[in-house]
């Protein structure tokens, strides 16, 4: 007892072990724009504009170019920006 029988587990067993977590703020779309009412959470954590959205590599403190990926999800969902 006390110890884990997986051959190969994918948990922290430790404080060693665990990994900080990645800021996943306005990584992906506000489900809200899509409904009627819209997002006026001031403290939503969603994008709420292909400017806002930031890559998933940002959210590990990189500092990657999320320009091309905004324009194609813009084109996608056919958001505008404010």
Do not use: W
């Amino acid at each position: 007892h006390g110890q884990c029988t997986r051959k190969a587990c994918r948990f922290g067993h430790g404080v060693a072990e665990l990994r900080p977590r990645p800021n996943l703020e306005k990584t992906r779309m506000c489900h809200s724009l899509t409904g009627p009412a819209g997002c006026y959470d001031p403290s939503c954590n969603f994008a709420h504009s292909a400017h806002e959205l930031r890559g998933v590599t940002d959210s590990f403190g990189g500092h990657g170019n999320t320009a091309q990926m905004a324009g194609h999800l813009e084109q996608s969902m056919q958001i505008t920006s404010p």
